[in-house]
Each structure stands twice: as C-alpha cells, then as structure tokens.
C-alpha cells in the first residue's frame, strides 16, 4: 500500500544519485549537470523493456517504475547483476517503487520525459473499475505535462476493449497526435514493444492478439 513506501516531494527531491551512481559521479568529475531520466517505463513488471531500452539507448537514462514490492526488488537485483557481469553497460537503467497513477509527477519535471512507456496495462475489466486504468483523461494531462513537445507514449495490449480505451483517450486529447505506421516501423523502441517485456513474449508464444497505439506529444499554447 501506499504509506510503505517513500515518495519525494518533488523532482528535486528525487535522489538520482542513488539510482544512476557511476553516471551521476562522472557528469560531476567533469563538471556537468546529472543526467536527467528521459525514457520511463510504466507499470515495468519484471524490467525486460526497462533493461532493453537501457541497452538499445545507452546514452538515455531509463526509470522503471512498479508498484508490487517484491517486483520492484527483483527487477532492482536484475539490473545490479547485469551491472556487474558486464562492466560499464547497464548504468543507465533504474527502478523505482511507486504508484505512478499517484505520484508520477514527483519525479519528473515538466518537459523532461522523451518516452513514455505503458506496456500491458491491467486491464480493469469491469466498467466500475475503468477509472483505475492507467491512461485516462486525467491522467493523460499530466503525461502531456511530463513529456517534451515531439516526446512520444507508447501503449500496447493483448485486451482488444482496453486498446481501444487506450486510443480513444489519446485521440480526444488535444496535446497527442497519432504517430503512424510507417514511422514505428522505423523506431527501434516500438519493435521492443511485443519481444521486449515478460508479458508481450507471452502473449507472442500463445499467438495472441496485440492492439499497439503510439502518439506523439505535440506543442500547445503552454508550451510557446
Ligand atoms: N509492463 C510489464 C510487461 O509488459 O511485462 C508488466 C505488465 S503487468 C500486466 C502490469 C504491471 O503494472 C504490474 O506489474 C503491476 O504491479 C503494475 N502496476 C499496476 N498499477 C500500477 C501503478 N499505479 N503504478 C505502478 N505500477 C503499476
């Protein structure tokens, strides 16, 4: 539950040092700014999308974030295996315990996010239930806020009715255009979603059905 665990009270107070050590001590080494977290992967499960992005982008810093405790600490104990068995790599890949419908906004701020990542989202079947899904107009609003202009959301499902919520909020929400097929072709964060993550390679082994919406965050009149 919630009181369990610790939420800063803001992106200040977010201790990325902690989460991204060695690239956090080399940008002060030469003087720079710490890197920023520019991709986060929503609800990451057991980290396959957290990790291969981190791989496929090795010069993005990458947040899972989970809400289950023991998912948490094992995709935790993932990463630092993988930081250990291949030296150098793997530094820009973190996790983080939280409830992202809450808080996401205490940890990043306005414009910093490049991608933003729902991969196979509890579906909430029951229409009481809807408004716990993770994209809803509410919702949508603050994603719009944490994504850059031109930052793109990424969603897949194996629920045919939850695919089609999902595309139906983005599609009413002014501040996102559809991004087509013909350029996800071309994005190497799209080809991870199916193969990248526990829950899509289970759905390509049963052959399942996948519904796959991807919008662009365009520029607003906040934005000028
Ligand atoms: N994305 C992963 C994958 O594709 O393998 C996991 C999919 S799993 C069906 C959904 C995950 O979202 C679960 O691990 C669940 O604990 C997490 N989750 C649900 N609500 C969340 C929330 N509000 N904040 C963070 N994580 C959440």
């Known amino acids: 539950n919630d009181a369990s665990f610790p939420v800063p009270l803001g992106p200040d107070a977010f201790d990325l ?11 002060a080494e030469r003087g720079e700014a710490p890197p920023q977290v520019e991709f986060a992967d ?9 990790v291969r992005l981190a791989e496929a982008y090795p010069d993005k810093l990458v947040m899972g974030m989970e809400l289950r405790d023991k998912v948490t600490e094992y995709v935790k104990e993932r990463i630092l295996a993988l930081r250990k068995q291949h030296p150098g790599r793997y530094r820009n890949a973190s996790v983080v315990r939280t409830n992202a419908m ?6 990043f701020r306005k414009g910093q996010l490049t991608k933003l990542f729902f991969l196979f989202a509890d579906p909430h079947f029951k229409a009481s239930n809807h408004r716990r ?24 499902t194996d629920v045919e009715d ?8 983005l599609e009413a929400h002014p501040l996102f255009e559809r991004v087509s097929e013909e350029e996800l072709a071309n994005d190497p964060a799209a080809q991870l979603l199916l193969q990248g993550t ?14 796959r919406h ?9 934005d000028q």
């Open 42 to 50: 929503v609800g990451c499960g057991f980290g396959g999308l957290t």
């Open 162 to 169: 939850l695919g089609n919520w999902q595309r139906d909020r």
């Open 214 to 222: 991807v919008y662009r965050r365009i520029a607003g009149p906040s």
């Open 102 to 107: 809450k808080f996401v906004t205490n940890y």
């Open 133 to 156: 899904r993770i994209i809803q107009r509410t919702l949508l609003a603050e994603y719009a806020y944490l994504l850059r202009p031109g930052g793109l959301l990424y969603t897949i």
């Open 198 to 211: 526990e829950e899509g390679q289970k759905v390509a082994r049963n052959g399942g059905k996948t519904w």
């Open 17 to 27: 040092a902690a989460h991204y050590p060695e690239l956090h001590a080399g940008a």
